[in-house]
């Protein structure tokens, strides 16, 4: 009797951890499609990140003072500077909005709206630390250097740019099933969302940068399309009635310490220098 007890017990401790391995392929799977290699412009955006003659880790190092990042001033040398691998940043155009709040279906929205890639920026020493970011993005009519500094908190960055961190989270949340993911930006409420499409729900998950307008949410806190709504769909329309909504932009004025590639913007003042 014990030996049978002991066999099924084999079984089910067997089959529970292939299902657990299983869900978690899936869902890294699904995750990783919105990685830059997946995408045509693969080459060219390695290209810009690589480019000696942009030398992005010399702009960084040269310019860490002024960046307004602890994390950046606290860089030694230019050799503990480390890049991330980019993660794709979806930004939310008005269609993406609209049909958020109409309740009508948005991936198809999503799919359409601009994007750029945010390359993670680590510094070096006894471990990696995640610091910043900096986004490729198209100027004039190409591929290149269109911001650097990062305007979400370094700790995000991080998390986003990690499809295994990404998946365990949803796994120990129940989230399951899934069809697609999405990293959007909607600039206008201070947040970026990790959106998550499954086969029974739409989950939207916070990772907050301007404190002020989170809305009544918090960071990385599981909401539903419905829980989302009720917290923003006021302050969009109010927005939209002051004609204040702006959607379809990348974040600049939730974080006024990044550096883009045509002017260096310091808190707190209109001070304007072009990068050379």
């Known amino acids: 009797m014990n030996k049978v007890l002991d066999v099924f017990l084999l079984i089910f401790i067997s089959v529970f951890l292939i299902s657990q391995i299983a869900y978690g392929t899936d869902s890294l799977n699904i995750i990783e499609q919105q990685s830059l290699d997946k995408f045509e412009e693969s080459k060219k955006v390695k290209e810009v990140v690589e480019d000696d003659q942009l030398n992005i880790k010399k702009t960084i190092f040269d310019l860490k003072d002024e960046l307004g990042r602890e994390e950046f001033s606290d860089i030694k040398n230019i050799d503990e500077i480390v890049f991330g691998e980019p993660y794709k940043v979806i930004v939310a155009d008005y269609a993406v909005i609209k049909d958020l709040i109409n309740n009508k279906p948005i991936l198809e929205s999503i799919e359409k709206s601009p994007y750029s890639w945010e ?36 700790v995000d960055i991080e998390f986003s740019s990690n499809p ?55 960071n990385r806190q599981i909401l539903t399309r419905d829980e989302l709504v009720e917290k923003v769909e006021e302050p969009i329309k109010r927005l939209e009635e002051n004609k204040n909504l702006d ?16 002017a260096i913007v310091l808190i707190g003042s209109v001070n304007k220098s072009v990068l050379k």
């Open 119 to 154: 390359v993670p920026i680590f510094r070096t020493r006894e471990v990696l630390e995640s610091i910043g970011s900096f986004e490729v993005d198209i100027v004039d009519g190409k591929w290149g250097l269109a911001e650097v500094g990062g305007y979400m908190f370094p």
């Open 164 to 218: 295994e961190e990404i998946s365990k989270f949803l796994e120990e949340n129940q989230i399951e099933n899934i069809n697609s993911f999405f990293h959007i930006c909607i600039s206008e409420l201070g947040t970026d969302f990790l959106y998550v499409n499954t086969d029974d729900n739409e989950y939207f998950i916070p990772l907050i940068y301007n404190v002020e307008s989170s809305y009544g949410y918090k």
């Open 247 to 262: 959607i379809g932009s990348s974040p600049d004025t939730t974080n006024p310490n990044k550096i883009n590639k045509y």
